[in-house]
């Protein structure tokens, strides 16, 4: 019913910066809560971030200040720009939309932050 496609994954260095993005395939994006999660080797799954229909946003203690979550409801696109990105920042980050008809994650794009 809901397909999530992650984008923008790769390799970075300690310090650097990349950009998420997640295309959803549901004309009702603007009806959706959106949010990344994250599950790093040896971890438990993690939210990141989210971000409500009306646009509120919460984001780990881990990456507050360093992440920002956004959405561009135009083209049902849910973005997770992260900036001074750490070695503990690897993991495989999973785009998720909670909607009134059921939860959806995307495949997840991997990010490893590595010199």
């Known amino acids: 019913q809901v397909q999530l496609v992650e984008s923008g994954g790769g390799l970075v260095q300690p310090g650097g910066s990349l950009r998420l993005s997640c295309a959803a395939s549901t004309s009702m994006f603007g009806l959706a809560n959106m949010g990344w999660d994250r599950r790093a080797p040896g971890k438990q799954r993690e939210l990141v971030a989210a971000?409500?229909?009306?646009?509120?946003?919460n984001y780990a203690d881990s990456v507050k200040g360093r992440f920002t979550i956004s959405r561009d409801n135009a083209k049902n696109t849910v973005f997770l720009q992260m900036n001074s990105l750490k070695p503990e920042d690897t993991a495989v980050y999973y785009c998720h939309a909670n909607t009134p008809w059921g939860d959806y994650w995307g495949q997840g794009s991997q990010v490893t932050v590595s010199s």
């Open positions: 971000i409500t229909s009306g646009g509120s946003t």
